[in-house]
T-cell receptor
Framework: KNEVEQSPQNLTAQEGEFITINCSYS?????LHWLQQHPGGGIVSLFM???GKKKHGRLIATINIQEKHSSLHITASHPRDSAVYIC???????????FGTGTLLAVQP | EAGVAQSPRYKIIEKRQSVAFWCNPI?????LYWYQQILGQGPKLLIQ????????DSQLPKDRFSAERLKGVDSTLKIQPAKLEDSAVYLC???????????????FGPGTRLTVT
């Protein structure tokens, strides 16, 4: 079993829909990251959080430390949101990142 | 502020050949990471440097992979000889020196896509 599990693995949505991607982890962490990766592109950090909730534009990230669970929400989704969304947890004295396998999101116009 | 730079962006080589990748982290970032991302998987840490010292290289296949960061700034990752299973995107990331919440933020470069035929 992976230390970081994401669901769903693939997600297709219609433009304007509300999207939720989930991340569960089984280890103690110092922070959790949500990252975005476009095809052929590098990785962009969307959020880094250790508690509560953060919002940036149409993106919202929440984390429940007790339940070892985080969610990424996209409101009013748009085709340009199509990408792979990766959850990664930061742990250990060296701040090592452990990555989930990603969620491939396709938003259709 | 300039981001993490990597080159080349793409490389195609035959198996048993050697290849080298270069990374220039964000200015002032003491920690540098090399990741391997195989298609359909999340990135896997190969090696982590703090300044010019190795912090973690537990998942680096040392029989064929090597990395250095001689002056604590730029870094090179080398594969010699390459195998078919080395086909992947090689990502470089950097962060401030470890310690404190802000140091957990990693900034990624665009990656180098390696194809071994």
């Amino acid at each position: 079993k992976n230390e970081v599990e994401q669901s769903p693995q693939n997600l297709t949505a219609q433009e304007g829909e509300f999207i939720t991607i989930n991340c569960s982890y089984s280890v103690g962490i110092s922070a959790l990251h949500w990252l975005q990766q476009h095809p052929g592109g590098g990785i962009v950090s969307l959020f880094m959080l250790s508690s509560g909730k953060k919002k940036h534009g149409r993106l919202i990230a929440t984390i429940n430390i007790q339940e070892k669970h985080s969610s990424l929400h996209i409101t009013a989704s748009h085709p340009r949101d199509s990408a792979v969304y990766i959850c990664a947890v930061c742990r250990g004295a060296t701040n090592k990142l452990i990555f989930g396998t990603g969620t491939l999101l396709a938003v259709q116009p | 502020e300039a981001g993490v730079a990597q080159s080349p962006r793409y490389k195609i080589i035959e198996k048993r050949q050697s290849v080298a990748f270069w990374c220039n982290p964000i200015s002032g970032h003491a920690t540098l990471y090399w990741y391997q991302q195989i298609l359909g998987q999340g990135p896997k840490l190969l090696i982590q440097f703090q300044n010019n010292g190795v912090v973690d290289d537990s998942q680096l296949p040392k029989d064929r992979f090597s990395a250095e960061r001689l002056k604590g700034v730029d870094s090179t990752l080398k594969i010699q000889p390459a195998k078919l299973e080395d086909s992947a995107v090689y990502l470089c990331a950097s962060s401030l020196i470890t310690g404190g919440f802000s140091s957990y933020e990693q900034y990624f470069g665009p990656g180098t896509r390696l194809t071994v035929t």
